[in-house]
């Protein structure tokens, strides 16, 4: 278990940026840049951004993406938080412009409780988080031949270890828009 804790601190931070950053330089392909709304329990605010690299598989109909998210959500009585993850997952689009999607991935969540006073020797609680993305709709608002314009909606599940000893789960609901760069997939 100590293990597990020791992976959920600077180091999982750099790896995730590192795993998220070498399919970029490898492949001068497209990728997207996006941010949006991020409402834990869907009322407790927070935001996201999002930098996504596609490789489509079955012609224009399915891709697999690989996602890296920074965000924050602010709890009014519990807490509020930063995180940090990476993600994949496959994406069907349908004749016209819409899309679904589904996504898992892991990242790393820093709660600093609400209640908590800052001091230097703990600030906030360090911990892993696994998660699950359900991306129920989503649809390219650019014209025909332009850069795509996504805008999408989701429902996802976010699990905090530790918080006393246990998981936390936290229904997020997103809101977002990206933009596609390079050429097209």
Partial sequence: MKSLLRLAGPTTASVLIVTLSVPMVVHAAPWRVGGGYLGEAITHPGAVLSVERPFPI????L??????????YWHRR????LFLDVRGGLRLFSRGRY???VSAGIGYMHAFIAAETVNF?????PGM???FDL?????NLAAKGAPEL??????????????????????VFTLTLTRQFGAKS
Avoid: C, T
Wanted: aromatic share 10%; charged share 20%; no cysteine.
């Fill in 150 to 171: 996504r805008l999408a909606s989701s429902l996802r599940l976010l699990w905090q270890y530790p918080v006393n000893n246990h998981a936390a789960l936290h229904p």
């Fill in 135 to 139: 991306g129920f709709f989503g649809i």
């Fill in 99 to 101: 899309s679904a999607d």
């Fill in 129 to 131: 988080m696994p998660l």
């Fill in 63 to 72: 891709e697999f993406f690989a996602v890296g998210d920074l965000g924050s």
């Fill in 58 to 61: 079955a012609g224009r109909r």
């Fill in 78 to 81: 519990a807490e509020a938080s």
């Fill in 121 to 125: 020797k703990n600030v906030g609680r």
